[in-house]
């Protein structure tokens, strides 16, 4: 078995990094669990433990969808959360509404059914998980922090590869092993 998820890999720029680390300072109260800039990914669709003999399965649902897509301009402009303000899980960087890496997602997502791989039950929401909350001491800080950062430009970034990766849960930080990889058209 392999714990598998398809995503796109993001190459943070200087504004971005400025804006994660601001981020981090500003929360370094909290138990955060913060996701290291050389893990940053958009996440298209999470298998989870998957039998390794199902792989050219998901490589040809792959194939499949994203033969068609050609490459994608997205733009980061958002920080937010997963949760509510008084129970916040996740901070995350959103992109903004981008029909192009919907309908891929969407594709990706309804060939990946098809063959095998149920959709989830949540709507697919582009976003880059940058940070996973365990606890806050000061949530009205934390709000405060959260909201200064809302809206405000982050990173335009090309998506023109879908990978499938392997994820190794260590002690300290996963490892993402790159398996497959799929270029999109120009």
Do not use: C
């Not at 709507?123 to 922090?145: A, C, M, Y």
Request: no cysteine; hydrophobic share 40%.
């Amino acid at each position: 078995m392999k714990r598998l998820f398809i995503a796109v890999k993001l190459i943070p720029n200087d504004n971005l990094l400025k804006i994660y680390y601001s981020l981090k300072k500003a929360l370094q109260n909290d138990k955060i669990r913060w996701v290291p800039p050389d893990n940053f990914h958009l996440t298209l669709k999470f298998l989870g433990d998957t039998p390794e003999e199902k792989i050219s399965t998901i490589s040809e649902a792959m194939v499949n969808s994203l033969s068609s897509n050609k490459v994608v301009n997205i733009e980061l402009n958002n920080v937010g959360i997963f949760g509510s303000k008084y129970k916040p899980r996740v901070i995350w960087f959103g992109i903004n509404e981008n029909r192009q890496l919907k309908d891929l997602g969407m594709k990706l997502l309804i060939d990946l059914h098809d063959a095998g791989f149920p959709k989830d039950r949540q709507n697919f929401v582009p976003h880059l998980t940058v940070g996973r909350i365990t606890k806050i001491t000061d949530k009205q800080l934390f709000n405060i922090e959260i909201d200064k950062r809302r809206n405000v430009f982050i990173q335009r970034a090309v998506v023109d590869k879908i990978i499938l990766f392997e994820s190794i849960l260590t002690s300290k930080i996963p490892i993402y092993n790159e398996l497959k990889s799929f270029t999109l058209r120009n």
